[in-house]
């Protein structure tokens, strides 16, 4: 029986699904990386279906009332799409009729895709891309491509490449556009700045990893911090600061006793009148 094995108790109320961020490497992530990784997951903005409002609906023809449930439909986002700036589209399957008198054929809608060249104000750089139209018209509606990254969520953007982008953006305004002339520096921060109200400095050093990317970060951090110092350099280093220390401390000797012989005229030690070949006083 389940309850007689030691994971009996936790199978009684289902499998649990292991978290990736509670093993190896991962419990290291810092809060910024998460909450990032919480925008980057979480629901996206519908862009192949229509959602219903509300919560209830009614036939208009039967009269019949019943719950709204906007399910979304399932897309696919192959690798190639973290090269461009898709703007929120996939490739969907499904089935297609194409005559009425056929059966149905296994369909793959697939967005319409495009070359073309994009600039930021903030890092003043351009970029030859792929996009979408819906890309393109969501650009011109923020009034540009810097106020388009900032603007959407990461759920929303999903690409690597503009995650890569925004973070460069985000980081020239912490920075306060270094690469920017003075005249346009001032505009610019004028109008930009205002984006930086929702980061901290951590969580603009960690946004846009993915996960992969955020785990070989943590362990190179972890490297330089744990880096380890060879022996002989260790000794090294000691014996330079007992030396010191040590010709520091004869050196005050010395002058101590420079003093006490200027003042009684003779030696104070009592190693240099045991000295044989130490100068003899005059009689």
Same mark, same amino acid.
């Given at each position: 029986? !389940?309850?007689?094995?030691? %994971?009996?108790?936790?199978?009684?109320?289902?499998? %649990?699904?292991?978290?990736?961020?509670?093993?190896?490497t991962a419990r290291l992530l810092p809060e910024a990386y998460l909450k990032f990784y919480k925008e980057w997951k979480s629901k996206p903005t519908a862009v192949?279906?229509?959602?219903?409002?509300g919560s209830w609906k009614r036939d208009e023809v039967t009269g019949i009332t019943t719950p709204v449930q906007n399910v979304p439909i399932p897309v696919i986002y192959?690798?190639?799409?973290? %090269?461009?700036?898709?703007?929120?589209?996939?490739?969907?399957?499904?089935?297609?009729?194409?005559?009425?008198?056929?059966k149905r054929v296994?369909?793959?809608?697939?967005?319409?895709?495009?070359?073309?060249?994009?600039?930021?104000?903030? =890092?003043?750089?351009?970029?030859?891309?792929?996009?979408?139209?819906r890309?393109?018209?969501l650009i011109h509606e923020s009034h540009g491509f810097d106020h388009y =990254?900032?603007?959407?969520?990461?759920c929303d953007l999903k690409s690597s490449l503009a995650f890569r982008i925004k973070r460069n953006i985000l980081e020239a305004l912490q920075d306060k556009c270094p690469d920017i002339d003075t005249q346009k520096k001032s505009v610019i921060l004028e109008e930009y700045s205002k984006y930086l109200e929702q980061y901290t400095p951590e969580e603009i050093e960690w946004?846009?990893?993915?996960?992969?990317?955020?785990?070989?970060?943590?362990?190179?951090? =972890? !490297?330089?911090e744990k880096r380890l110092v060879p022996h002989k350099v260790e000794f090294r280093s000691r014996l330079i600061q007992q030396l010191k220390e040590a010709g520091i401390a004869e050196a005050q000797d010395r002058s101590a006793d420079a003093a006490i012989q200027s003042q009684i005229g003779e030696p104070s030690s009592w190693i240099s009148k045991m000295n044989p070949f130490g100068k003899k006083q005059e009689t």
């Open positions: 029986m !389940a309850s007689s094995t030691p %994971q009996g108790a936790n199978l009684l109320n289902g499998l %649990q699904k292991g978290n990736k961020f509670g093993v190896g192949h279906y229509i959602p219903n409002e192959p690798p190639e799409h973290h %090269q461009g700036i898709w703007g929120g589209e996939g490739v969907v399957k499904g089935f297609q009729k194409r005559t009425p008198t056929k296994p369909h793959y809608w697939v967005p319409v895709l495009r070359r073309t060249v994009l600039h930021s104000v903030v =890092l003043n750089k351009y970029w030859s891309t792929i996009v979408t139209d890309t393109m018209d =990254l900032l603007k959407t969520p990461a946004y846009g990893y993915t996960f992969e990317e955020a785990v070989r970060k943590m362990n190179i951090k =972890l !490297a330089k």
